[in-house]
């Protein structure tokens, strides 16, 4: 009788992983904005950091990103880096960034990135960290990025 | 080389020759192509080359009298530059609340280590150098290094008090100003410097000899220029 209770408990903990980690790894495929190659920067607790992903519009209409959000940072925000003269590097929060239709738009160093401010742990290379996107029309997207130093498949062409 | 040479002598005479139909230069370009004048035109190349070269490496600023206080990352007292003297230095200037332009700039820094630990080239020292005096205190630099996996055998992570630290980036040429920012829900509030992206090349004496962009560099090119300096 013990036995089956534990078994039945065991079970259970199995089925609820097994739920939430196919709708943390699964985009809706039938959504029209999808998010490629998510990574992002290793950091420590405490410190700032940043997401980078590529974002494609496969449908007819237009979508914007409004916001992200975190539990791994204690402020998330849309960022972006910018160059002024003699080599000066500065980075300023954008509202929005809007993503055409049939476009991609694409977040990577010195550039677009999420701004994940204070985050609540060490991010090490090769641990994942969850955020949500939220666009206009397509509502909210899960993503799973994992952490590393340097993009994924070493698009790093300078 | 020769024949690369020629060939670029038979463009020009032909262009201008086509072009005016003079035969003077027809005659002035066949002048050329004898080997004396060859000659002439090498020597003067070279010439031109070895001041070109020369100039890469003129001194920028001199740091070899300055003996500035800070603080590594251990919490130690240190000199700068008298910590890098008698060996080349590569010098990065940093913020750790930067999530972007520093973390590449200290990565590019990492990859030139690896290269010339590869290469087997020693004698270079690697020091970065934090403007954020009041967020980057010794312990934050230690693990803003510590997950990172840096090797501090030959790197040094600098911190100070902050007008010792404001004359060192203004005497490297560096500027960092607050710019935007955020507030935390306590009410904190965390600049983000608009800043020079920087790393330079610091010899044995303390001098800057060139600086580059720190988020962007081409490894091959500094790597060059350190084994260059190095000899
Ligand atoms: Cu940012």
């Given amino acids: ?158 | 080389m020769i024949s690369f040479y020629d060939k670029i002598l038979q463009t020009i005479s032909y262009f201008l020759v086509v072009k005016k139909s003079i035969s003077g230069y027809r005659v002035f370009f066949n002048k050329l192509a004898c080997s004396t004048m060859k000659k002439i035109i090498f020597i003067t190349i070279g010439i031109f080359v070895f001041f070109a070269c020369g100039e890469k490496f003129e001194v920028i600023e001199d740091f070899g009298k300055e003996k500035y206080k800070l603080i590594n990352q251990n919490g130690a007292e240190v000199i700068f530059p008298d910590l890098t003297k008698g060996k080349t230095a590569i010098v990065g200037y940093i913020f750790t609340n930067c999530p972007d332009i520093c973390p590449l700039t200290t990565n590019n820094m990492r990859l030139i280590q690896e290269r010339l630990k590869k290469e087997k080239v020693e004698g270079v020292n690697f020091v970065s150098i934090s403007f954020d005096p009041e967020n980057d205190k010794p312990d934050v630099l230690k693990k803003f290094a510590e997950i990172r996996n840096l090797d501090l055998s030959n790197w040094t992570f600098l911190t100070g008090q902050k007008l010792v630290i404001d004359s060192v980036i203004k005497k490297a040429g560096v500027v960092a100003v607050p710019g935007d920012s955020t507030i935390y829900p306590d009410g904190r509030k965390i600049y983000y410097f608009v800043h020079t992206d920087r790393i330079q090349l610091v010899d044995d004496e303390g001098r800057v000899r060139k600086n580059y962009p720190g988020s962007k560099i081409n490894v091959d090119e500094i790597v060059g220029d350190i084994k260059s300096l190095v000899d």
């Fill in chain 1, 1 to 158: 009788m013990k036995s089956k209770i534990v078994f039945a408990v065991l079970f259970f903990f199995v089925l609820i992983n097994f739920s939430t980690s196919v709708s943390q790894e699964i985009q809706n495929p039938k959504s029209k904005i999808q998010i490629h190659n998510p990574w992002v920067r290793v950091a420590a607790q405490g410190a700032n950091t940043a997401l980078f992903f590529v974002i494609e519009n496969t449908g007819e209409k237009p979508d914007t990103l409004i916001s992200a959000e975190s539990k791994i940072a204690d402020i998330v925000e849309v960022h972006e880096t910018y160059a002024k003269e003699n080599d000066m590097m500065g980075m300023r929060e954008v509202k929005f960034v809007a993503v055409p239709s049939k476009s991609k738009v694409e977040f990577k160093p010195r550039s677009l990135h999420v701004m994940l401010i204070d985050v609540v742990k060490d991010l090490r290379i090769g641990d994942k960290i969850h955020v949500v996107l939220t666009f206009k029309h397509a509502g909210k997207i899960k993503v799973k990025a994992v952490v590393q130093e340097m993009p994924i498949m070493g698009g790093m062409k300078h």
